[in-house]
């Protein structure tokens, strides 16, 4: 009873637990009481004994971390079963019933698990991605439109002497063409795709398989080039294309055909197509479907449509390594291969072939002329010349034209002579400058017309002075 009263009459201070005597509102430790505290420690019937206080906190503390386990279970098994497959979902369900002695551990050890999916889920799409780089590195096969465009820049015109064909750069500064088109020429003239032209020198021949090798005096370091393929592994009936110039003027002119057999004539593989293939075709590239060279093109028959053949590109490739012609590829027995039509030049061809013919006929007669004088001129320089002759000349009275080059004077007595020699060497001049200006308004190349006089000994620069 005392207890009780001295409760009744006094109140804990929730701060330092010091009894205060009911009437005093503030603790020595400054908590200070409410009005309505006090009434209800007055109050016995509402009031309750420290510990009896204690147990009801207690018990609402525990219901209240039951609950809240609850809450965070439940809302941990609906997350695992919105991202985890049916069967892991299943997998959880025996917890359910024993919600309160699992409330205090699960909480917390239910969400690390977590983590690990949230992580793994973004992985799903990587198969797709990895399989994505396949695609662009395998494009689709080239259109036929795509390959003739990409190999037409490096087929080019070949004008010659005899006439006019084609050829095709294998390197920036090698081009492949045939014996026939550069016939007795040293240099030809390359005409590219773009009309622009330049000089090329025969380096090497191979008559017997009639492939020829140009060298570029002046390469482009961009110049497209057509690589070398093999006709070992051609089949009849496979497409194949020829680009060349038809007529000698149609440059880059493109036809279309298949192999129609593979023949050995006269120790060379002939692969024979009925490609459309005409006079100043001869020397052009005979493509794959891949645009690689299988073969040069030779020469088809005159009036004979879709009957054409190419040398088989492995003499070329011989040719051009400097070794020996590679035994034929074909194993079927030698064919009759009578003689087949060359490129035949265009009209304008045919008129440019007869004026150089006529201009090499007359330089000639000249040069026999010119050749008399370097015997005249001989006895002159021993008998009647006191002095000497500057300079280097083909035929030593071109000095003649050159007034730093007489350093001497003509003897006394000898001034007819001298006279008479001054007059043919000047016809011969003036007939030589005739006979040139007549090839150049025939559209004879310069190109000849300096091979023709510097193979007589007649190339002199002075006479244009």
């Known amino acids: 009873m005392a207890d009780r009263e001295s409760a009744s009459s006094t109140w804990v201070c929730p701060e330092c637990q010091r009894r205060v005597p009911r009437k005093v509102t503030a603790c020595r430790c400054g908590f200070v009481q409410t009005e309505a505290a006090l009434a209800a420690i007055s109050d016995p019937s509402s009031s309750s004994s420290p510990r009896t206080g204690t147990a009801a906190l207690g018990r609402t503390a525990v ?72 695609e662009v590195v395998s494009p689709p096969p080239s259109t036929l439109e795509d390959l003739v465009s990409r190999v037409s820049p490096a087929v080019v015109s070949i004008q010659a002497s005899s ?117 100043g075709n001869s020397g052009g590239p005979l493509l794959d479907r891949g645009g690689m060279a299988i073969g040069v093109i030779k020469s088809g028959y005159s009036g004979r449509d879709g009957l054409s053949f190419a040398v088989a590109i492995e003499h070329a490739r011989a040719v051009l390594d400097g070794k020996g012609t590679p035994a034929p590829i074909v194993t079927s027995a030698p064919s009759q291969y009578q003689a087949i039509s060359p490129a035949v030049a265009s009209p304008g061809d045919q008129r440019r072939n007869d004026a150089t013919k006529a201009f090499e006929q007359t330089i000639g007669l000249v040069a026999r002329r010119a050749d008399t004088l370097d015997s005249r001129w001989r006895n002159f320089r021993s008998n009647c010349y006191e002095g000497r002759v500057v300079g280097s000349f083909e035929r030593e009275w071109f000095a003649l034209w050159d007034q730093r080059a007489m350093q001497g004077a003509v003897a006394p007595g000898c001034s007819l002579i001298f006279g008479d020699i001054r007059q043919n060497a000047f016809a011969i001049r003036d007939a030589v400058v005739a006979a040139e200006e007549a090839a150049r308004q025939a559209d004879v190349y310069p190109g000849t017309r300096r091979d023709v006089l510097r193979h007589w000994k007649l190339d002199y620069g002075g006479w244009a002075k």
């Open 63 to 134: 219901v209240a971390v039951v609950v809240l386990g609850g809450v965070a279970w439940w809302y941990t098994r609906a997350r695992s079963e919105a991202k985890s497959p049916a069967p892991t979902a299943k997998l959880s369900i025996p917890a359910a019933p024993q919600p309160r002695a699992a409330a205090a551990p699960v909480a917390p050890s239910v969400p690390p698990p977590a983590p690990p999916v949230d992580k793994a889920s973004p992985a799903a799409p990587e198969p797709p991605a990895v399989a994505a780089p396949s």
């Open 163 to 279: 006439g006019r064909g084609s050829g095709f750069f294998v390197t920036p500064d090698t081009v492949l063409t045939n014996v026939h088109v550069v016939a007795s020429n040293v240099s030809v003239i390359v005409r590219r795709q773009d009309g622009s032209t330049t000089s090329a020198r025969v380096e090497t021949q191979s008559a017997p398989y009639d492939i020829a090798v140009l060298k570029i005096s002046n390469p482009l370091k961009d110049q497209p080039t057509i690589p070398m393929g093999s006709a070992a592994g051609t089949r009849v009936g496979q497409d194949v294309i020829a680009i060349g110039t038809p007529l000698g003027f149609l440059q880059n002119t493109v036809s279309r055909g298949i192999v129609s057999a593979l023949r050995e004539v006269d120790g060379a593989t002939m692969i024979q197509t009925d490609a459309a293939i005409n006079p």
